[in-house]
């Protein structure tokens, strides 16, 4: 799980910096205008190193902990050392794509947080064991509620607008976790209907 630690380490700093460094933080979120007119591409990534408080770094991060160890050797047997970066870097621009096509020219815009890729592992996750419990707020909640709530809220969340945090991103990055998984290796669709059909909740 050396990739999924490396991962948090490097968002936490980045996102524990930018807290109090507001040109840092204007510099790396996702600002179409300065992707369409100045080219800084980097944006399409870096967004993911930011985030708009420490309540919400502290949920993608622990969220990405739990769901990204189990799901970095999966991608490794198929993709190589660094399939799990791979993955992960994908899930942060397909989950911000279609935003900011719609977005490329309103300078009113920003976006920010690893929200879309972290749903991208989570999701990845359900595919393989939807039953696996994991605690919220010391409560066990089978994986695939918990998933199927967050996306719900962040559809909701989507609706409503406002605030840095891009909503929609969530099911963006669900999607990718889902198609990306399944083409990469078939056969996780028939675990998952397998699974699905026989609930085996464990921890």
Known sequence: MLLTLAIIAVTCVVSWVAFKNGKLMQRLLLWPPAVEKKHEYWRLLSYGLVHADFQHLLFNMLTLFFFGRVMEGFFARYLGPFG???????????????????????????????????????????????????????FPV??????????????????????????????????????????????????????????????
């Open 84 to 138: 799990f970066l791979w993955f992960y870097l994908g899930g942060l621009l397909v989950s911000i794509l279609p935003t900011y096509l719609a977005n490329r020219r309103n300078a009113n815009y920003h976006s920010l947080g690893a929200s879309g890729a972290v749903l991208a592992v989570l999701f990845a996750f359900i595919l393989l064991s939807p039953w696996s419990m994991i605690f919220v707020v010391f």
């Open 142 to 203: 089978p994986a695939i509620l918990y998933a199927a709530i967050f996306l719900v809220y962040s559809i909701y969340m989507g609706q409503r607008g406002g605030g840095y945090i891009n909503h929609s991103a969530h099911s963006w990055g669900a999607a990718y976790g889902i198609v990306f998984t399944v083409i990469m290796e078939p056969r996780v669709t028939v675990i998952f209907m397998q699974q699905l059909l026989h609930p085996s909740f464990r921890l």
